[in-house]
């Protein structure tokens, strides 16, 4: 069964860094079948897509975070990150790494971890 | 940027009950839209893809319909652990794009 779980600091400072790793247990990152996403949602509001890393390396973010946002993978450890950088608090929100199985044209995210909630205050 | 907009935003039912969703996208996506169900303090969970495909371990009374802008999700015979929020998330195009939700309750 396939497992995804995210780690990292829960409280941050306006115009500091986020930095989460999802960790992939019960499968690998290093496959062309897939792709690993996050998602973030705010507290009573509607998942907002914030991007994808490939095991190629490959990456696509929203353009609406794009400026301040790094997605790597690490195949030999079985994980991917995130890093959004000048945090503030709009950037308040529980993060979900997903995995996306391709299927045709779609890649339905199929496997989410738990979700880490992020706060950003002063 | 697609859009999608869902309706109504909340959905009042009982056990039972046969229930329809509605999600519409900005423009045509084929069929590149999936429902997710979520329930408080949780992950959404994956129902349904490519706008009719029944996702591995979900039970039938669920299905979907619809290509282009307009879609549906629904329930029949509604079961008490079906009380959640629901999405549609557009995946035809980035940046990918979720629905507002619809709260059933």
């Known amino acids: 069964q396939v497992q995804l779980r995210e780690s990292g600091p829960g409280l941050l400072k306006p115009s500091e860094t986020l930095s989460l790793t999802c960790t992939v247990s019960?499968?690998?990152?290093?496959?062309?079948?897939?792709?690993w996403k996050w998602i973030r949602q705010p507290p009573g509001k509607r998942p907002e897509w914030i991007g994808y890393?490939?095991?190629?390396?490959?990456?696509n973010y929203n353009p609406s975070l794009k400026s301040r946002l790094t997605m790597s993978i690490d195949t030999s450890r079985n994980w991917f990150s995130l890093r959004l950088s000048s945090v503030t608090a709009a950037d308040t929100a529980v993060y979900y790494c997903?995995?996306?199985?391709?299927?045709?044209?779609?890649?339905?995210?199929?496997?989410w971890g738990q979700g880490a909630l992020v706060t950003v205050s002063s | 940027a697609i859009q999608v907009t869902q309706s109504p935003p909340s959905l009042s039912a009982s056990v039972g009950d046969r229930v329809t969703f509605t999600c519409r996208a900005s423009q045509d996506i084929g069929n590149d839209l999936a429902w997710y169900q979520q329930k408080p303090g949780k992950a959404p969970k994956l129902l349904i893809y490519s706008a009719s495909t029944l996702q591995s371990g979900v039970p039938s009374r669920f299905s979907g319909s619809g290509s282009g802008t307009d879609f549906t999700l629904t329930i029949t015979s509604l079961q008490p652990e079906d009380f959640a929020t629901y999405y549609c998330l557009q995946d035809y195009d980035y940046p990918c794009a979720f629905g507002q939700g619809t709260k059933l309750e």
């Open positions: 890393v490939h095991y190629s390396g490959k990456t």
């Open positions: 997903a995995r996306a199985s391709r299927i045709g044209t779609t890649c339905p995210l199929d496997y």
């Open positions: 019960g499968g690998s990152v290093n496959s062309n079948s897939y792709y």
